[in-house]
């Protein structure tokens, strides 16, 4: 555990666990977009063993012992449900796990029982943690979300010792994929920049709506072709869910068209922020989800 570099302007209880809350207007975030993620968290904050272990596989597969291991304390920045912090528990030392929304409040019921992580209510911007205090740092599906995304990854470098690492997830560009799967995505754009703006529980149905109508027959689409072409499968739109759960499909419809705030970066211009951020070894993940990368400080 690490101790706080100021003090908290309040404490909020969450089942007889107090969570130090240090948000601040100065917090590098949209207001709009913290809102929808906490509700959205709230709503899809649990997580079987199961569910945990095969999603944090897919985005952990580049974490090797020598960045990552019992010595290591860590900070999970964006925490979100708690679910990557809860996997790696029994890979590090400890975990430091932060999130500006009311997503502390499933992150505290999902992680109580490993002992060896504690939420707080903190941000990018009002990190409440003194510079390299961490040996492994990791954001995963939040900077793309930010106002500053150069601004975020270079706070969350300067959070990471010397010769420690940081991993993050960011939206990718679409810059491996065919024109005609970029235009579905455009298209799909404008949908989400309406649903978005609605209020919660409409934004809830269309989601839900879009998960029906939309995924599924993607994900039979790609069942379908997986039968004659593993190659082929991979080229089909959305056919990263083919064996995702219906909960995954739903959540991730939610956040991916009822999130008010979306940025997408391609590799160069990610390997540009991390150059720009001071770390080095850079190296990506040649699987979905694009792009999660390491570097080292």
């Known amino acids: 555990m690490i101790p706080y570099n100021r003090k908290p302007h309040g ?3 969450v089942k007889g666990t107090a969570v130090a809350d240090f948000t601040s207007q ?17 709503r899809f ?12 596989e897919q985005y952990f597969d580049i974490v090797t012992e020598n960045m990552l291991n019992k ?45 060896n992580v504690r939420v707080t209510r903190a941000g990018y911007g009002c990190i409440p943690f003194d510079k390299e205090s961490f040996d492994f740092v990791f954001s995963l599906g939040v900077v793309h979300h930010l106002p500053d995304t150069q601004g975020a990854i270079t706070e969350a470098a300067s959070m990471v010792k010397k010769n ?22 455009h298209c799909s754009n404008f949908v989400r920049l309406v649903i978005s703006s609605m209020p919660q529980g409409l934004k809830n ?4 709506f ?16 997986r039968l004659f072409s593993e190659a082929g499968s991979k080229k089909v739109p959305l056919s990263y869910y083919a064996d995702k759960p219906w909960k995954v499909i739903r959540n991730d419809s939610l956040d991916r068209f009822g999130t008010p705030l979306e940025k997408r970066f391609s590799k160069k211009e990610i390997t540009e922020m991390l150059d720009n951020a001071g770390m080095k ?17």
């Open 26 to 42: 100065h917090i590098n975030a949209d207001s709009k977009t913290v809102e929808s993620f906490g509700e959205e968290w709230n």
């Open 45 to 56: 904050g649990t997580f079987t063993e199961a569910e945990i272990q095969r999603a944090g």
């Open 164 to 185: 420690g690492w940081l991993l993050l997830y960011i939206y990718y560009s679409l810059d491996n994929r065919s024109g005609l799967y970029k235009f579905i995505f």
């Open 11 to 13: 404490n909020a209880d």
């Open 281 to 297: 070894d850079i190296c990506f993940s040649d699987n979905e989800p694009y792009w999660h990368v390491v570097a080292r400080k």
């Open 210 to 225: 879009i998960a029906v109508t939309v995924y599924l027959p993607f994900v039979a689409l790609t069942r379908f072709v």
């Open 205 to 208: 149905f269309f989601c839900d």
């Open 71 to 115: 010595n290591s304390v860590c900070l999970d920045i964006g925490c979100g449900s708690g679910r990557w912090s809860k996997f790696i528990s029994q890979r590090a030392g400890f975990v430091e796990a932060i999130d500006p929304s009311e997503a502390v409040i499933p992150a505290v019921k999902l992680t109580q029982s490993c002992g």
